[in-house]
Antibody, heavy 119, light 113 residues
Framework: QVQLVQSGAEVKKPGASVKVSCKPS????????IHWVRQAPGQRLEWMGW????????KYSQKFQGRVTIARDTSASTAYMELSTLRSEDTAIYYC????????????WGQGTLVTVSS | DIVMTQSPDSLAVSLGERATINCKSS????????????LTWYQQKPGQPPKLLIY???RRESGVPDRFSGSGSGTDFTLTISSLQAEDVAVYYC?????????FGQGTRLEIK
């Protein structure tokens, strides 16, 4: 069955960077896009960007442009999201999600990775 | 950006009764070339990621109970739970994928009365 397994929780200081991994299984990695969505405490879900796992092209939310990098390693069938220059407002659960059939909605989600930014 | 606004923010419904959640987009999410509404509903329970319930505004995801239904077009959408069960307690989100940035509603918290 399809699963997306993310890396574990992180605690970072302001100004640092964090890199979260997402390893799907149960399907051909390169056939589906992977999106990254975050959920800050008490806030709505927030889209950060996506990557075409086959071609490697990306698109980012303008809010995170310049601070976020989404990449993939096809040999490891893993996607990554790196967020730099962290601030306390970046404390959130970060999810990867599979885009269903190039449609734009998400049929499978990772379990989430809590990133805490604190001095 | 397309702003998604849900109503109400929270809702308490008796077991077996109908629950209705509304979602309004700041611009139409109906793509005229294929007549599809780029609108999805998710259910999120505490400590879990969101779960896909409805896509294309009204198509139920495989395995989702048929008490869940979606309706609407253009800018106004509704998620209906026909007969509330205890396991339906959750936060429900609408999402538009008509264009980027993909945006979500603020969520509606559904509880048992």
């Amino acid at each position: 069955q399809v699963q997306l397994v993310q890396s574990g929780a992180e605690v970072k200081k302001p100004g640092a960077s964090v890199k979260v991994s997402c390893k799907p299984s149960g399907y051909t990695f390169s056939n589906y896009a992977i999106h990254w969505v975050r959920q800050a405490p008490g806030q709505r879900l927030e889209w950060m960007g996506w990557i075409n796992a086959g071609k490697g092209n990306t698109k980012y939310s303008q809010k995170f442009q310049g601070r976020v990098t989404i990449a993939r390693d096809t040999s490891a069938s893993t996607a990554y999201m790196e967020l730099s220059t962290l601030r306390s407002e970046d404390t959130a659960i970060y999810y990867c999600a599979r885009e269903s059939r190039s449609s734009g909605y998400y049929d499978y989600w990772g379990q989430g990775t809590l990133v805490t930014v604190s001095s | 950006d397309i702003v998604m606004t849900q109503s109400p923010d929270s809702l308490a419904v008796s077991l077996g009764e109908r629950a209705t959640i509304n979602c309004k987009s700041s611009q139409s999410v109906l793509y005229n070339s294929n007549n599809k509404n780029y609108l999805t509903w998710y259910q999120q329970k505490p400590g879990q990621p969101p779960k896909l319930l409805i896509y294309w505004a009204s198509r139920r995801e495989s395995g989702v109970p048929d008490r869940f239904s979606g309706s609407g077009s253009g800018t106004d959408f509704t998620l209906t739970i026909s007969s509330l069960q205890a396991e339906d307690v959750a936060v429900y989100y609408c999402q538009q994928y008509y264009n980027t940035p993909i945006t979500f509603g603020q969520g509606t918290r559904l509880e048992i009365k």
